[in-house]
Structures are given as structure tokens and as C-alpha cells.
């Protein structure tokens, strides 16, 4: 439905008889400037946000109304019901250039466009943070006292204080640093005088695939750390040019791509001033992944996960941090026979020496217990546990993110007590998509939710989801941003079709203010990958409003593969990358041509990196069925992405060749008829620009014409107020030429 805004008529007296109406001023356009200019049109979106260790305070990091890209440190005191600003990123911040390190490690986080403080930790005995800002760190207190613990031109990695708050470690000049904090840190690690050879970072595909972006852990009291060691010298070298406005940089770049020599990584466990070192017994074989390391809640073991490359076993390893001696607890294996292990953050090591651990061994992810030997599953169904949110040990409670009828999520208590006739509630209210954060005795709930008509908006809550104060409530008031906009807004409809197997199939459309008889352009939006889910009843944004106000049908499929759906929806990938997604996402083009106001003439694709990919997939794979198709940096060979990523999918190339070329992009450009943009940013260290360069040879030597974009000094996020508008504005100059325009009145 659409939301009308009445305009009150406001009348003067011209004469005894005659009464004139003041013209009603217009609403604005939405445009892809004000779509992307501060302040934010979703209003305020904080991000990190945590509660204090004694629950007290909440902090996070919210972004300034005049510059959205910007993040400073703020708290609220739950007693007091005050907000204060805790750091200045502005005032502090030294605007000294990040080091490439620090930058690469950014951009593995998804925060490389991001200013101001992207990080903090709270100190364990909640009297302060640590903040990271422009390469050096900060001690702040809740007093408004903020320190300057490092000022040097290199940056400071990783940094963390250790679990008690004594000690303050990071990484520099690949070395880990320890000291006392509020005095002097020294190197721990080795000297080796070695650049192939790195101490308590995670290697490249840990940081860009695993989720895991530290390589150190501290023990819970502080006596010892494990630490990474990872050997680059086996990992081949990509020279990667990242071409700037006014010049070039040469990078070689340590990328192991699909059926290469991956960083060989070892782990040792010493004390905090680096004696008494032991190496851990990670098994005889070295051509493995290391996704996650803990340490018992006691300190009295470290428990280390062991993948193979395949990413079809993972072992539990339990070690012994006294002498490095190791001993397989358990073995988790890959659900199906053609299928992977996903990895997750969703487990605990219990204070009672138990384990809650997820799992997709029925098939769906589930939690389970592992105590003394045994497994006892705690959850059931076909809604997936998504995300593990808090555990009160105390009271036996478990709080949980899990799907809802596919496109909701939503928060779960489960009660651990055995026999219990009601073990699991639903915490938040239905019509949202939700995700929570917990302080860590799991006492208080933050709760972060959208819907369709609802930006997002934030609330501390109890036990029982009981809301016991907003924290943004960003209501779609008169003040906010988005205001002046809702005239115009639609609220998306969804359904389902079927695939070729009768899989249910979600779709969500949003359509502009139609005529009767008139057909209307669809823009197609589509990732298509895995470990992702377009497709759910979240607040959408701006954007996709901003193209439905241009006239176009808005449009998103999810297809098998995607996330959220259980094993066997993920499957059908395997091994066929550019298979079974390209073949729903048609399906997706056949169902809109069947509708009596949809143009089947103008259906155009759009994608970015897997989408990107799936563009080209498409154009391939049916001449004629689109009207166009916008690939944005795409993968177009998957021998040039990485092992882990890749391999998990579609196997080592050098074990399944015809798997790798049944899925590239290559060998079939010269399909491609239909109209093509390309775009890429020009120092893209995720996927290199390489993988356009080799497309765009192979076009031009055929002779197939296409159009391009290219962003110099971009990495794979082609991002900014001022470079998102040109990169849309250019999207659709390119579907006006090429007749993928909404119908003349």
C-alpha cells in the first residue's frame, strides 16, 4: 500500500464569495544524489553495538547526520537514561594514512569505506575501551578520560586488551606485541627478518573466507596466549596493479587462488612474555585450515578446529596448552556426500565442562550438547538456528536468532532444563526480521529490527523480550530523513514460483504507480551465490524506492544455493557454480513476462561480484530473455578466486577441470548478444580485476560489443555519496539507450 501524506488546504479571504487554495508544494525527487548523501534516509544506523561487562552502560558506534560514513563512540547509562559521546573521531583522530596492512585487513572486514573508530573493546572490568583509531589505540573511560596508549607511523593490527585487562597486545611490523597497559609493549613472537613469515595474524583466507580476523588468544587469566604462525613462502604471488586517478601501484599480493599452495599455519601457546613456547600438535598433515580456536572456560585446555581441505571433516582438537599434545574430542562431517562444512561462531564451551554446538547434520542448522562423550540435540525443525545471541549458565537459558517461515528472523529463548514441557519461546514480535547482542552473563537483550515500513531501529530489552527502553527508535516521523519521501513509498509484495524441481522459490517485487493497459521495465535485482538471502521482510532501503519512483518494477529472486533454507537447498551447487542458479533466476524472467503489466521486453539484470557473475551467466545461457545486464566485478574464472571459498563449492580445479569449465564465464562470452555493461573498480584485491581484463580480451577479439565502467583507485567496493550516484546514474543512462524505459504517458 501506498503511504499518502494530506496536505491541509490553507484558505484566504479574496472576497465575500470566493475562497483561493494555496498550491501544494510537490514532493521532492528521490534521487541517487539524495539516496547516498548524509544524513543516512534509513536515519541513524549505529553499528558494535555491546553492553558493558556489568551490563550497565551500552556503547556503540553511530555515525554523524552530516557525514554517514563517519563513526564516533557513544554510551548510554542505563541508571542516569543519558547518552554521552565517549570518543570524537574528528577532534582525536590524527587523519595519518592507515598502513596497506591495515587497509587490506579493512576491506576483509567489509568496513574499508568506513571513517572515524570501526572498532572498540571493552576492557573486562568495565573501566574503559580500547579504541583503535588511524593506526594507533586509546584507552577511553566512562569519565570522558581518554589516553593515547601507541603513537608510531605503523599501524597497530589486532588489537585486544587480554581477558583480565592487564595486558594490551597487538600486531606490528608482523610481530605480536605485548605490555603492561599504560606502558611499553614489546615483541613476543620470533625475530625472523622474514616477510613470508607473519605471528598472530590470520591468514588471508581466514580473514576473507572463515570469518576468523585475529591470529592470537589469550587464556582466560592471563598466564598464557595462543598465537599463529603462518609461512606465506607456499603461496603464489599475485601482481596486482591498482590503478589510481594520477598513478599506478604495483602490489604482490600472497592470493592463493583455487588449486594453489595455501599459507602453511602453525600455533603456539607461550606465556605473556613469549617464554616457555610450545607448538601445538595440529596432526601430520599440514595442508589444513584452522577456522577457530578457544580456550576452556577454565584455562585448563585449548580446543582448536582442524578442516580439511575439502572442508568436508572438521575435528575438535583438545590440546593441552602446558605441553602442546593434542587429542581429537570429536568429528564433525559434511551432512551429504556432495556437499561442505559450514563453518560457524554459533557454539560455547560451558562453564559445567559441556559443549553447545551447532550442527547441519539432520540437515538444517540445529543446536546440540556434547557432554561426557554424548550428543544431545536441543533444537528441531525446518527454520534454521542462525546465530547463537547469548548463554545465562546461571539460569540454564540459551538465546538464539533462527528463520521464521523463510523471511523473518527472529530471537529464541531455550530452556536447557531437561524435560521441560515448554522449552523454547519466540522473544521478539512478529512482522520484523530481528538480530540481538546480549551482555555476557545473557541478562539484557539489544535487539536490532526491520520491516518493509519500518527503517531500522534498536531496543534494550529483558529476558522475556520486554522492551526496557528505545535506544533508536527512528520512528518514521516528520523529522525523519526519509519524511519527505514517503508519498512515494511502496511496500514490496511477495510470493513464491516454482523450480524446475518444484522447489518454492521467494520472490519480492515492488511496483511503481501503474496505468491501466501500460507495461512497465523490471529491474532484476540478483546475487545468486551462497551464504547469502536478498529475500526477506527487512526494511529495503532507499535505493531500490529511488528506481520504482524512475517508473521500474523492482525485482529479487532467491535461488537454490542461497542461504537460509536447509542442506539440500544449498546443494544443487555443488560443483556447478553457474548451473542451477542461472536456471531459477530464468524462471524468476518467465514468471514476470506471464504478468499483463510487466514489458517482456524490458527485463534487465543487475549484480555485483557472485551477481556480477551470474549476469554474465545469464546473458549466456539465454539470448534474448533479458534486455539487458549490468555485471559488477564479476568472478569470471574460478581458478582466479581463492581456495577456500572456491574449492568448498566446486572442489580442486586440478581434481575436476571440466567442473571449473562448465563454470566459467569465458568460454562463452561470444554468446552474449543482448546489451552488456561492465563494471569494475581498478584496485580490487577480492575479486582482481583480472577476472574483467580476461572477459573483456575475449569480447573484443570476437568483436561482440558490450559497454564499461571502470572506477581507478576502487577496490571491490565501489562506494561513496558522490561515486554510488555516478556508478547508478550510469546504470541507467545505459538501459535508456538502450530502450529499457518505463512507457510514455
Known amino acids: 500500500m501506498r503511504h499518502l501524506l494530506v496536505a491541509l488546504a490553507v484558505f484566504t479571504i479574496a472576497t465575500p464569495a470566493m475562497a483561493e487554495e494555496e498550491p501544494v508544494t510537490p514532493a521532492p525527487e528521490l534521487t541517487f544524489e539524495r539516496v547516498f548523501a548524509s544524513p543516512s534516509l534509513d536515519g541513524p544506523t549505529p553499528r558494535k553495538a555491546k553492553l558493558?561487562?556489568?551490563?550497565?552502560?551500552?556503547?556503540?558506534?553511530?555515525?554523524?547526520?552530516?557525514e554517514k560514513e563517519r563513526y564516533d563512540l557513544w554510551a548510554y547509562d542505563r541508571e542516569s537514561g543519558e547518552w554521552a559521546m565517549l570518543v570524537d573521531s574528528e577532534k582525536l583522530g590524527t587523519g595519518r594514512e592507515l598502513s596497506e596492512d591495515e587497509k587490506m585487513q579493512r576491506e576483509r572486514a567489509r568496513v574499508g569505506n568506513l571513517k572515524g573508530i570501526v572498532d572498540y573493546h571493552w576492557a573486562a572490568d568495565g573501566s574503559g575501551l580500547l579504541v583503535p583509531l588511524d593506526g594507533d589505540l586509546y584507552l577511553a573511560r566512562l569519565g570522558g578520560e581518554v589516553v593515547r596508549l601507541t603513537d608510531t607511523e605503523e599501524s597497530e593490527l589486532n588489537p585486544a586488551l587480554s581477558e583480565t585487562g592487564k595486558y594490551l597486545s597487538f600486531v606490528r611490523e608482523r610481530a605480536l606485541w605485548v605490555g603492561a597497559v599504560g606502558g611499553s609493549a614489546v615483541p613476543i613472537t620470533p625475530e625472523t627478518g622474514d616477510n613470508e613469515i607473519r605471528w598472530g595474524e590470520a591468514e588471508f583466507v581466514a580473514q576473507e573466507e572463515m570469518g576468523r580476523l585475529t591470529g592470537y588468544w589469550w587464556s582466560p587469566d592471563d598466564s598464557r596466549i595462543a598465537v599463529q604462525m603462518t609461512d606465506e613462502s607456499g603461496v603464489g604471488i599475485v601482481t596486482r596493479a591498482a590503478i589510481g586517478a594520477t598513478g599506478t601501484k604495483v602490489f604482490d599480493q600472497r592470493y592463493p587462488v583455487a588449486g594453489s599452495d595455501n599459507a602453511i599455519v602453525e600455533l603456539y601457546v607461550m606465556d605473556s612474555d613469549g617464554g616457555d613456547r610450545v607448538k601445538v600438535d595440529l596432526g601430520p598433515e599440514t595442508d589444513i585450515y584452522i577456522p577457530r580456536v578457544d580456550w576452556a572456560p577454565d584455562g585448563s585446555a585449548l580446543y582448536v578446529q582442524r578442516q580439511n581441505r575439502e572442508q568436508t571433516v572438521l575435528d575438535m582438537l583438545e590440546v593441552d596448552p602446558a605441553t602442546g599434545a593434542s587429542e581429537v574430542l570429536f568429528t564433525e562431517r559434511a551432512a551429504r556426500e556432495e556437499y561442505w562444512i559450514n563453518l560457524t561462531d554459533n557454539y560455547k564451551f560451558l562453564k559445567d565442562g559441556s559443549l553447545l554446538w551447532w550442527s547441519e547434520r539432520d540437515g538444517y542448522g540445529n543446536f546440540y550438547r556434547f557432554a561426557e562423550g554424548e550428543w544431545e540435540q536441543l533444537t528441531f525443525g525446518e527454520e534454521p538456528v542462525t546465530e547463537l545471541v547469548g548463554v545465562d549458565q546461571q539460569r540454564g537459558r540459551v538465546y538464539y536468532q533462527a528463520v521464521s517461515e523463510v523471511l523473518e528472523k527472529h530471537i529464541y529463548e531455550l530452556d536447557l532444563t531437561p524435560r521441560r514441557s515448554s522449552r523454547i519461546r519466540m522473544l521478539t514480535e512478529p512482522g520484523f526480521t530481528n538480530a540481538a547482542v546480549m551482555d555476557k552473563d545473557a541478562r539484557t537483550l539489544l535487539i536490532t529490527r526491520s520491516s518493509p515500513s519500518q527503517p531500522p531501529q534498536s531496543y534494550l530489552a529483558d529476558t522475556d523480550g520486554q522492551r526496557i527502553a528505545w535506544v533508536e527508535q527512528n520512528a518514521l516521523d516528520a523529522d525523519h530523513p526519509y519524511a519527505a519521501y514517503l508519498a512515494s513509498h511502496v511496500a514490496p509484495e511477495f510470493g513464491t514460483i516454482r523450480a524446475e524441481d518444484g522447489t518454492a522459490l521467494h520472490y519480492r517485487m515492488i511496483k511503481p504507480e501503474m496505468k491501466p493497459g501500460k507495461r512497465y521495465p523490471v529491474y532484476f535485482y540478483h546475487y545468486g551465490g551462497p551464504h547469502a538471502q536478498v529475500v526477506d521482510r527487512g526494511w529495503g532501503g532507499a535505493l531500490e524506492q529511488a528506481i520504482v519512483d524512475r517508473g521500474y518494477i523492482w525485482f529479487e529472486l532467491d535461488n537454490r544455493g542461497s542461504a537460509n533454507r536447509g542442506v539440500d537447498f544449498e546443494a544443487p551447487i555443488y560443483r556447478a557454480m553457474g548451473g542451477v542458479e542461472v536456471r531459477d533466476q530464468k524462471a524468476g524472467a518467465e514468471f514476470l513476462r506471464t504478468l499483463d503489466f510487466v514489458d517482456p521486453d524490458k527485463i534487465a539484470i543487475d549484480g555485483w561480484s557472485y551477481g556480477g557473475y551470474m549476469t554474465l551467466k545469464q546473458l549466456q545461457a539465454d539470448p534474448g530473455l533479458y534486455a539487458a545486464g549490468i555485471a559488477g566485478a564479476p568472478v569470471t574464472r574460478w581458478e582466479l578466486y581463492d581456495t577456500h571459498y572456491t574449492e568448498r563449492y566446486m572442489g580442486d580445479p586440478r581434481l575436476v577441470p571440466e567442473a571449473y569449465e562448465e563454470a566459467s564465464a569465458v568460454p562463452d562470452a561470444t554468446a552474449i548478444?543482448?546489451?552488456?555493461?561492465?563494471?569494475?573498480?581498478?584496485?580490487?584485491?577480492?575479486v582482481v580485476f583480472e577476472n574483467s581484463s580476461e572477459l573483456i580480451a575475449a569480447l573484443q577479439e570476437n568483436n561482440v560489443p558490450f559497454e564499461m565502467m571502470l572506477y581507478p583507485g576502487y577496490t571491490h567496493r565501489v562506494s561513496g555519496e558522490k561515486i554510488s550516484p555516478h556508478r547508478y546514474n550510469?546504470?541507467?543512462?545505459?538501459?535508456?539507450?538502450?530502450?529499457?524505459?518505463?512507457?510514455?504517458?
Open 730 to 745: 550510469t546504470v541507467f543512462r545505459f538501459l535508456e539507450r538502450h530502450g529499457v524505459v518505463p512507457p510514455a504517458d
Open 673 to 686: 548478444a543482448d546489451p552488456l555493461l561492465l563494471i569494475h573498480g581498478m584496485a580490487d584485491d577480492n
Open 52 to 66: 558493558s561487562p556489568d551490563g550497565r552502560y551500552l556503547t556503540l558506534l553511530r555515525n554523524r547526520a552530516d
